[in-house]
């Protein structure tokens, strides 16, 4: 294997250092992202062990659950070690196991972003992302809740998920954009033009769904190259990711210990030039 390496952490909006490879902690509620998990404790344990292991920055949102997530982060991690940086989200209803309805309007957002801090037990969030911009809501509504919240305190940065380039540019005009969360992987780069702006202007980006389970070609020249380097196939897709762009960040969840301890032994996945050159080549 060669000596290609990459860095190993970014700086979230200038000042807050991350390690690259983080958590997700969408997959500790119930089935269906909907209602407590099959297993409290162990939920409980992942996330006390990916703190264990280094994680310092985790990946949430009220609608997990909904607020299941949130509870649970708190309940395992409060009071948090310093330098833990929390990402929450606003922005989705929920009706019902994988029903996710959007809601932009700024009365949603405040009672989403009060719940958030009440439930995680902050007085501010470090990253609170809009889950969706809300099409039956004016931009600049939910924009400027986003900016007040803000200005008082209640939101240290602000990012963006499943956003175009010229949607990141005109929430520009109202708050600084420092994250963008949208689908993104080494078998599904619709999101390259965002990746590339995202690099350019110094944002960080949280690719989710890292491994596209549709892409039949993609996913046997992965399991290829993770059959070589005797790794297993997630693990060289999370690598192929911290290689190509020095923002991404990444957020692979679970809700076993055991899958987590994987997920986060991808750090000492190095992928040589063989490898990289396989990957770069899959079809979009």
Avoid at 17 to 33: C, D, P, Q, S
Avoid at 114 to 128: A, T, W
Avoid at 219 to 229: M, P, S, T
């Amino acid at each position: 294997m060669s000596n290609a390496t990459y860095e190993k952490t970014f700086a979230i909006g200038g000042d807050l250092k991350v390690n690259r490879l983080g958590y997700g902690a969408m997959r500790i509620t119930g089935k269906g992202i909907w209602g407590p998990p099959k297993d409290h404790d162990e939920s409980i344990r992942v996330l006390r062990r990916a703190v264990e292991l280094g994680v310092d920055f985790i990946d949430t949102a009220d609608s997990y659950g909904p607020n299941v997530s949130e509870e649970l982060i708190a309940e395992a991690l409060h009071p948090y070690k310093a330098g833990l940086v929390i990402a929450t989200k606003g922005g989705l209803t929920r009706t019902g196991p994988d029903v996710w309805p959007v809601n932009g309007h700024p009365d949603h957002l405040k009672t989403a972003l009060e719940g958030s801090l009440k439930r995680l037990k902050l007085d501010q969030i470090p990253l609170y992302q809009l889950h969706r911009i809300d099409p039956n809501v004016p931009f600049e509504q939910t924009m400027g809740f986003l900016q007040k919240a803000q200005e008082e305190g209640l939101i240290k940065h602000i990012g963006l998920s499943e956003v175009s380039v010229e949607e990141i540019k005109k929430a520009e005009t109202f708050v600084k954009i420092v994250s963008v969360q949208n689908k993104y992987s080494v078998d599904n780069r619709t999101w390259e033009p965002v990746l590339k702006y995202c690099e350019a202007t110094g944002k960080a980006f949280i690719p989710w769904f890292p491994l596209n389970a549709g892409n039949v070609e993609g996913l046997a020249k992965i399991q290829q190259v993770a059959d070589r380097l005797k790794v297993t196939a997630h693990q060289v897709a999370l690598s192929w990711l911290l290689h190509h762009s020095p923002n991404i960040l990444l957020i692979p969840g679970t809700s076993s210990v055991k899958h987590l301890e994987e997920n986060l032994a991808t750090a000492q996945v190095i992928l040589d030039a063989e490898a990289l050159k396989t990957l770069d080549a899959i079809s979009q």
